[in-house]
């Protein structure tokens, strides 16, 4: 049941790769269960945001980071948008991207 993962931009991918190391290895981590889990995995690992959108939630003491992404036609995961939190709630434009680029994947 593999799924494939793929970044909506080179951007997206860069930005997580300069999270710090143990953010990223707990991200690698959560990848390996969508990766052969899809939407079967939750929380704490993933959380449903509506509409389709979900989002990833690690963590460390690097900080905390998120990564929304969705599913695509042909068991693929698109990473859409990825930031490290800073405050508590979710950033209203955050979201707001993260519905735009999954509706240009969804609309092809």
């Not at 990223?24 to 052969?36: H, K, S, T, V």
């Not at 859409?80 to 609309?107: G, N, S, Y």
């Amino acid at each position: 049941m593999n799924f494939n993962i793929e970044y909506f931009n080179a951007r997206v991918k860069k930005e997580i790769e300069s999270w710090p190391t143990d953010l990223l290895a707990d991200f690698a981590r959560m990848l390996e269960l969508l990766i052969d889990f899809g939407p079967q995995i939750g929380m704490p690992h993933s959380r449903p945001m509506g509409g389709g959108l979900f989002e990833l939630r690690p963590r460390g003491r690097g900080g905390i980071g998120r990564a929304f992404y969705c599913f695509a036609m042909g068991r693929r995961i698109v990473i859409l948008h990825a930031f490290i939190k800073k405050a508590q709630e979710t950033p209203e434009q955050a979201l707001r991207l993260a519905r735009k680029r999954m509706k240009e994947v969804q609309d092809g």
